[in-house]
């Protein structure tokens, strides 16, 4: 699904110097590298404040840590995305409310959000799924309205813009009060290992996020809050610096593939291409089809026997997971989320994606839907 290796060896030189030099100089932990990164991140983003920590899900749960939510706070999230969303609001104690997704461009539904918000709401996690931003202007306006906070999980969309109405443009993760992200290889702008980021504009919260991060201490060994132990490692922040230089090339790249594929499956009734949202870019994360009236397993399995792999992103809503269940809803309630779950299948996608290997993709999937 990606190829991190042909992906290294463009950048190996520079690569292999930054992290040899982290390693003579043994700096492992919160060494120079750290803050450069931290700051060139900052910048990039336009954001004030970017605190590394150690993975996306750390990410999610600190910033939620730093909020003070109290066990019984209602948080609504998607139904469709990735579980650790979810994962960390139930570990705090908090209630997980999942809401179903527009069909089109698989993020929250803004009126299901706005249909589940009652006094115990305290925050919203909007998830800009595949590469491209929720509804945030909507969002924001529904938060503002209930005095509710919104952290943005940008773990699939680093880089993406939104485009607000009036033309202007904020990078996914700095509208919200706390954006989250994640840096794990496979990731828009992966490191070597785990890695994750929290950001705000928010002065007093920066703090209070680098606190908690920190053991909650502030000051060495004053442990004014409850904290956790997340950092990110010294030799991933050299890698991502110099990624980060290359993060909008990186997603043309991919923007290339995704115009190849969508060229290629133009017409064909069978399969519905990935919908551009009109108020984001696209950073393509994922490249995911909806199937209709097509075998996917045996589809699947028809790719794999041609060396091409394909993933279904993701096969369970999670109201229908053993973890998650609740009397809030059952089978049948979530239809978008379900009918997604049943028909999504996910190309490869990256940043290596040459017209050869693409030619290669997309003649095996036209066979096979042809047959
Ligand atoms: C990857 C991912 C995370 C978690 O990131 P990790 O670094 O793997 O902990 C959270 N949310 C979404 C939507 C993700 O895709």
Redesign the pocket.
Known sequence: MVDLKGQYQKIKAEVDAAMQEVIDNTAFINGPAVKEFQADLEKYLAVKHVIPCA???DA?QIAMMALDLKPGDEVITADF??V??AEVIGLLGLTPVLVDVNPDTFDINVEAIEKNITPKTKAIVP?HLFGQCADMEAIMQLAQKHKLYVIE?V??AIGADYIFKDGSRKKAGTIGTIGCT?F?PS?NLGCYG?G?AIYTNDEELAKKIKMIAHHGQSVQYIHDVLGVNSRLDTIQAAVLKIKLKHLDEYAAARNFAADYYDKVFAGISKIKTPVRSKNSNHVFHQYTLQLEGIDRTKLREFLASKDIPAMIYYPIPLHLQKAYKSERYEEGDFPVTEKLCASVLSLPMHTELDEEILAYITKAVLEFVRK
């Open positions: 993975n996306g899900t999610l995305t990735y650790a969303t998830v999980d773990a699939q994640s794990f990731k785990d994750g």
